[in-house]
């Protein structure tokens, strides 16, 4: 039994390699003396078909004297969307509220501004989420509860597992709970003790608790083989159907010619990709390598290398192996010097400088190794050409690029609308969701190359009744438009208020009391249920009086319009004085702006600038007198001036860099990079040293990490704006 067990889980061991949530800490701040603990960490997750439902509650506790300020950053599977948040508020967990995304963070940083305690959970990019928690008391815990659904991952045989990351650090106690739904037989779990399911109910039940543990590994929940086609439909609160189909793709036999003219590689060098499987990828590009004569590299970051050619694959692998990692990623500006030919793109997909997702000429296929990443985005710009090496192993990957790809063409069938996952590249098992319009209907998927699934019978009278599948056809939907998020702002927006779903444009915040969400006009979650009502009471009222002031309003212009109109027509005489009366009465705010331009001024300050060549900055003369001062007076006279001198901070890798020569500066500050890759100070010192120093396309890119380091981050991205506005780079400054 224990061989079959791992026979099921083993092909799911990469898939959650970095996943675990982790804590960090706003930059800038100061770093805590000791470090945070997991007192306790609860995962719950429910099976249903093929998607999961799963529910993280983790309680961290402060040992340190001192109140922080945390952000938990999780990456979800891909494909994943965050569906409930919950903060303690005095003790008792409350729900979030979906908002906008600005208004939700205007809110969250109003309150901590005021030393309240909001939590907010929002999309950072690609898979990645981040929960922003204040305070963490001193010597105390807080707790947060993050839920999402996820569809479960499978192999190119469609067997289908559920993988949760764990934390590689002491928990205090550890509960787990799964349960899996009517499968068609009894599932496995592996990856953390002797956890083993029970039936109950015609439910597979596997729950453990542990204390003072460190996981060693992820949980991995494998079902036993399913079968080819799969179907379920649901119903929920509103009365609207949905459905979710699923089959297995059809393989196309061909005989690859397994040879490139040239191989032509862009290879991602920012700093993110630091943490890629480099090694595996390496060696996909080996056995590429074995099949061209001819070879082309662009290594990019903020900005792409100039392409290079080799004549060899040894002095091109080579190349590789020698990429240094450091900055930010711009995909538009690859797509601009990249615009012919086919091109592998070994990337994240996390374009942390453009704009919007480019639309290239050239034509791509993304090779991608990490957990971390944006796989939508990089289907889309590679129309759906991507290899997995988390799910792929090297000669697996080396194949599935010479063999043709199916598409899912579409569906045929009535009754049917809004099917999400047409036009995906079909490799292994699909799962298509929709929404039934009709009491029934017969449905086909349909492939490239003709290809056809069997008939799947699909009947609203016998849906169930819950959320899932309209929530799972929800995050389908934002996960496709989040890729383009300005352009679907709009759409964004509507799914995540009528899901509850945590997307680029809207967030689930978390406020303490009453006048927080009056403030902030957002309605408390139906958990608070007398808060609620007062709440809609209030907002009432507020209604009523702005009604009443309008009505009053237009009242008064009513009545001053009938006696202007009476005036008009002679009906009401003017006063019998008014030729005798002042014309300043008449028109008092004449008098006064008369009255104001007569009066001589009793002083005046003139600043003049006057550059310091020795500082770099420009210092400030202040003289008062009763006229504007001239040249020669300030030369003259005694003047007040304040003088402000460029920022010299005294660090050591400033006086290593410094003291180098200039060739092995740039070596030498991704030396220390090791060593200070967390500080945003030292890439502002870097950059700043490196600008005056002549080398501004190095600066740059040294600037370019505070769009890396931390993504999404309001005040970084706020300084790197400022700095690029100092460097000249406008263009740039304006998009951050």
Not at 276 to 294: H, M, Y
Not at 406 to 414: F, N
Not at 425 to 432: E, F
Request: proline content about 5%.
């Amino acid at each position: 039994m224990k061989t079959f067990v791992l026979a099921l889980i083993v092909p799911f061991i990469t898939l959650t390699a970095q996943t675990a949530p982790r804590l960090e800490f706003p930059a800038g701040k100061t770093a805590p003396e000791k470090p945070m603990r997991t007192h306790e960490m609860a995962v719950s997750a429910k099976i249903t078909g093929l998607h999961a439902e799963v529910e993280t509650t983790l309680t961290f506790f402060n040992p340190n004297d001192r109140q922080l300020e945390g952000d938990l950053v999780f990456p979800l599977p891909d494909g994943a969307v965050v569906s409930g948040y919950a903060l303690d508020v005095n003790g008792t967990l409350v729900d979030g509220v979906v908002v906008k995304k600005e208004k939700a963070r205007v809110a969250f940083e109003t309150e901590t501004r005021a030393r309240v305690d909001p939590g907010i959970v929002e999309h950072v990019k690609g898979n990645v989420y981040r929960t922003r928690i204040y305070p963490l008391p001193p010597n105390d815990s807080r707790t947060v509860r993050i839920r999402y659904v996820t569809e479960l991952i499978s192999d190119a045989k469609g067997d289908a597992a559920l993988a949760i990351g764990l934390p590689r650090e002491e928990i205090g106690m550890l509960k787990i709970s799964v349960q899996v739904a009517n499968p068609c037989g009894k599932p496995e779990i592996g990856g953390l003790g002797n956890l083993r399911f029970t039936t109950l109910q015609n439910n597979w039940i596997a729950e453990t608790v542990l204390e003072s543990v460190t996981p060693g590994a992820d949980i991995l929940v494998a079902l036993p083989k399913p079968p080819r086609a799969l179907f379920a439909l649901e119903r929920d609160d509103r009365g609207d159907t949905y459905f979710m189909i699923s089959d297995i793709a059809p393989v196309i036999e061909s005989r690859p010619s397994f040879s490139f003219e040239t191989l032509a590689v862009a290879w991602d060098a920012s700093a993110s990709r630091a943490t890629a499987d480099l090694a595996k990828e390496i060696a996909l590009l080996e056995k590429f390598a074995e099949r061209s004569g001819a070879f082309k590299l662009c290594v990019f970051r903020d900005r792409p290398d100039p392409i290079q050619t080799f004549a060899d694959a040894a002095s091109f692998i080579a190349a590789v192996k020698a990429i240094r990692y450091d900055g930010g990623t711009d995909l538009t500006a690859l797509c601009e010097t990249v615009k012919e030919g086919r091109w592998f793109l070994f990337t994240d997909g996390l374009d942390t400088l453009g704009e919007t997702l480019p639309a290239p000429q050239a034509t791509f296929t993304a090779v991608v190794s990490q957990s971390t990443g944006d796989r939508e985005a990089l289907r889309q710009l590679c129309n759906g050409d991507l290899i997995d090496l988390q799910r792929l192993d090297t000669t697996q990957a080396y194949y599935h690029f010479w063999v043709p790809q199916v598409r899912v063409t579409g569906i045929e069938g009535t009754g049917i609308a809004a099917v999400q996952g047409i036009g995906a590249v079909a490799d292994g098992r699909i799962i298509l969701t929709g929404r039934l319009t009709a009491p029934s209907a017969e449905v086909r998927i349909t492939y490239s190359f003709g290809n056809r699934s069997s008939v799947f019978k699909l009947n609203a009278a016998t849906a169930g009744t819950g959320s899932l599948l309209a929530t799972v056809w929800a995050a389908a939907r934002v996960t496709h438009l989040a890729a383009r998020a300005e352009q679907n702002e709009e759409e964004l927006l509507q799914l995540g208020q009528r899901f509850g779903l945590v997307s680029p444009a809207t967030s689930l915040i978390v406020l303490e009391n009453l006048d927080q969400y009056l403030r902030h006009e957002i309605r408390p979650p139906a958990q608070l249920a007398d808060m609620r009502a007062q709440w809609d009471q209030a907002v009432a009222r507020k209604t009523k009086a702005a009604g009443d002031a309008a009505e009053r309003k237009l009242a008064q212009v009513a009545t001053q319009w009938e006696q202007r109109v009476g005036w008009w027509e002679g009906k009401i005489e003017p006063p019998r004085d008014v030729k005798k009366r002042d014309r300043r009465s008449i028109m008092p705010n004449m008098s006064m702006g008369t009255e104001f331009s007569r009066r001589a001024p009793e002083a005046s300050v003139n600043m003049t600038y006057v550059p310091r060549i020795e500082a770099e900055v420009d210092a400030v003369k202040v003289e008062r007198s009763g006229t504007p001062a001239s040249r020669a007076s300030l030369e003259r006279e005694p003047r007040s001036s304040v003088q402000i001198t460029a920022w010299n901070p005294d660090t050591p890798y400033l006086k290593l860099i410094a003291r180098a020569e200039k060739a092995d500066r740039e070596t030498l500050y991704l030396q220390e990079r090791k060593t200070y890759e967390k500080s945003p100070a030292f890439f502002l010192d870097c950059a700043d040293f490196f600008l005056k120093d002549g080398e501004k396309r190095i600066g740059l890119r040294m600037l370019s990490n505070l769009a890396e380091m931390r993504i999404e981050d309001a005040a970084l991205l706020r300084v790197f704006a400022w700095r690029l506005q100092q460097a000249g780079e406008l263009d740039l400054a304006v998009t951050q």
